[in-house]
């Protein structure tokens, strides 16, 4: 079993990690044959390895392997509850957080760096409100969000289509209550 703290932070803040983590969630279980379909622009040596990852780290496991010319071929799922996530502080939920917020800074920081970066047209946006909302009104606002989000996350690669990161965060706005 992994470590909470960078062990587990290192594993599901990487990349391709999230998509493949994505495409599980999505799909409820898959093959790395399927996978490398759907996630076409990630080489195949890559995904084998971050599944590995994966699969060693608890956040997926095996629910079938079958024998297809002298190979097996695994299907795998998210597990229900990984074992770290039973061990995790709310200092633990924090540094997940902060970590993640800093992946992000850091992939700011990547795109600016690039001599073709073009905010404008790559269509980069940042946004930021302050809403007034019961727990109800939120619930409602975030189910809204996520039903515009299913619309398209099942997305197949397609000419003209590329890969866009969306990161929603929901916190206190600091402001006295």
Same mark, same amino acid.
């Given at each position: $079993?992994? +470590? =909470?703290? !960078?062990?587990? @932070? /290192?594993?599901? $803040?990487? +990349? =391709?990690? !999230?998509?493949? @983590? /994505?495409?599980?969630?999505?799909?409820?279980?898959?093959?790395?044959?399927?996978?490398?379909?759907?996630?076409?622009?990630?080489?195949?040596?890559?995904?084998?390895?971050?599944?590995?990852?994966?699969?060693?780290?608890?956040?997926?496991?095996?629910?079938?392997?079958?024998?297809?010319?002298?190979?097996?071929?695994?299907?795998?799922?998210?597990?229900?509850?990984?074992?770290?996530?039973?061990?995790?502080?709310?200092?633990?939920?924090?540094?997940?957080?902060?970590?993640?917020?800093?992946?992000?800074?850091?992939?700011?920081?990547?795109?600016?760096?690039?001599?073709?970066?073009?905010?404008?047209?790559?269509?980069?946006?940042?946004?930021?409100?302050?809403?007034?909302?019961?727990?109800?009104?939120?619930?409602?606002?975030?189910?809204?969000?996520?039903?515009?989000?299913?619309?398209?996350?099942?997305?197949?690669?397609?000419?003209?289509?590329?890969?866009?990161?969306?990161?929603?965060?929901?916190?206190?706005?600091?402001?006295?209550?």
């Amino acid at each position: $079993m992994i +470590p =909470v703290e !960078q062990d587990f @932070i /290192q594993i599901v $803040m990487n +990349p =391709v990690r !999230q998509r493949i @983590i /994505q495409y599980l969630l999505i799909h409820g279980s898959g093959t790395t044959g399927e996978m490398k379909k759907e996630l076409s622009d990630i080489p195949p040596a890559s995904l084998y390895r971050h599944v590995k990852v994966l699969l060693e780290a608890g956040c997926i496991e095996v629910t079938d392997e079958k024998k297809i010319r002298g190979a097996t071929e695994k299907t795998y799922r998210l597990v229900e509850k990984p074992p770290f996530v039973q061990e995790m502080s709310e200092a633990d939920i924090g540094m997940i957080f902060q970590s993640g917020m800093l992946s992000l800074m850091s992939e700011f920081q990547k795109y600016f760096a690039r001599e073709d970066a073009d905010p404008q047209r790559d269509m980069l946006s940042f946004s930021t409100s302050t809403l007034m909302l019961t727990d109800e009104e939120f619930m409602e606002f975030l189910q809204k969000i996520g039903e515009v989000y299913n619309g398209v996350i099942g997305n197949k690669p397609a000419k003209g289509r590329k890969p866009r990161q969306i990161t929603i965060i929901s916190s206190p706005s600091g402001e006295v209550k």
